[in-house]
């Protein structure tokens, strides 16, 4: 296996700047533990790239609370299992083959915990598809074909105590007790971190971010 690259933001935007000159859509992953940044770091690319971009994040594919309430799931909920890996699978290839006018996408609605269908659009002429989660490079099952579909797979690194200090924030803006939003920070997003550091090897670029 190749030697992993690191670049900054601005520098992996140069890089596929220069793929796109190819004149195929480029898929984009961007891959990285809870709180790495993923979310904001796809709005800062599809910023630079406008109107030829749009951002589709895995975290549509969560299982709704209709689903796994009342189930072992519940309690783990954003681990690997908890995610419609199928219909992920299923919008990649769609936006891969990109033979419709427009494509919608679910997207991930945060307080209310929710996935929301259809409430992404990616238009034929879309050239930059960005598309974060936690789980793009695992190997586990049918995750092991997401690959497939990215021309690029960048994992976003942030120093440690910088992402678990992310997460605890964001757990309490939607609603979390301070002390219930540590456990979980440091409980069940930390498990789910330590096996996404796993999958950093199968990125194309680690991106410094944070």
């Known amino acids: 296996m190749p030697p ?94 990109n033979h419709e006018d427009v494509i919608y996408a679910p997207s991930y609605r945060r307080g209310l915990e929710e996935p929301i269908a259809a409430s992404i659009a990616v238009p034929r002429e879309v050239k930059f598809v960005f598309t974060e989660g936690n789980y793009l490079l695992a190997r586990r099952g049918r995750w092991g074909e997401v690959r497939n579909y990215l021309d690029e797979a960048w994992f976003v690194e942030t120093p440690s105590e910088t992402r678990i200090a992310r997460l605890i924030e964001r757990h309490v803006a939607y609603g979390m007790e301070p002390a219930a939003a540590e456990v979980w920070a440091n409980g069940s997003d930390e498990t789910n971190a330590r096996y996404i550091e796993t999958t950093k090897a199968f990125a194309d670029l680690i991106v410094r971010w944070g």
């Open 4 to 97: 992993l690259l690191y670049a900054d933001l601005d520098e992996a935007a140069a890089r596929l700047r220069r793929k796109g000159e190819e004149g195929t859509r480029q898929i984009v992953g961007l891959v990285g533990p809870p709180g790495a940044g993923k979310t904001t770091a796809a709005g800062l690319l599809s910023n630079l790239f406008g109107s030829e971009s749009a951002v589709v994040p895995m975290d549509g594919f969560h299982l709704a609370n209709t689903i796994i309430d009342g189930t072992p799931l519940k309690e783990r909920k954003g681990a690997i299992d908890t995610f419609d890996v199928g219909g992920y699978l299923s919008l990649l290839e769609r936006l891969r083959h």
